[in-house]
């Protein structure tokens, strides 16, 4: 079956049909967002305990050296496990979130 070069795409449109296809193709290989969320949660972990043991620094504007702290450490737990709830609470677009997503299981 052939088709007409009327109905056919031009071809800055295939270029574009092709590439939209290839990026499905690739974002069907991801996991889910679940698991890619862990995954980069456990990668900066590890990315903070590497870059304490190197003793990476940095300086911020006013001058002050801040020094990389380990999520590893019994500190670096406490931050996590700790702060976890005054992270979510202060959070600017959480209530923004929350009241489309309220907006949106009422529309349905």
Same mark, same amino acid.
């Given at each position: 079956?052939?088709?007409?070069?009327? *109905? %056919?795409?031009?071809?800055?449109?295939?270029?574009?049909?092709?590439?939209?296809?290839?990026?499905? %193709?690739?974002?069907?290989?991801?996991?889910?967002?679940?698991?890619?969320?862990?995954?980069?949660?456990?990668?900066?972990?590890?990315?903070?305990?590497?870059?304490?043991?190197?003793?990476?620094?940095?300086?911020?504007?006013?001058?002050?050296?801040?020094?990389?702290?380990?999520?590893?450490?019994?500190?670096?737990?406490?931050?996590?496990?700790?702060?976890?709830?005054?992270?979510?609470? *202060?959070?600017?677009?959480?209530?923004?979130?929350?009241?489309?997503?309220?907006?949106?299981?009422?529309?349905?």
């Amino acid at each position: 079956m052939t088709t007409s070069d009327a *109905t %056919r795409p031009k071809l800055p449109m295939r270029m574009l049909l092709r590439s939209l296809r290839g990026i499905e %193709r690739a974002g069907n290989k991801l996991p889910h967002p679940f698991w890619l969320f862990i995954i980069m949660a456990v990668l900066v972990i590890l990315l903070s305990a590497a870059l304490n043991a190197m003793n990476v620094s940095a300086e911020s504007p006013d001058g002050e050296r801040i020094e990389v702290e380990s999520l590893i450490s019994a500190e670096g737990m406490q931050v996590i496990f700790g702060d976890a709830v005054d992270n979510f609470a *202060t959070f600017p677009p959480l209530a923004i979130i929350i009241a489309v997503m309220l907006g949106v299981s009422v529309a349905e």
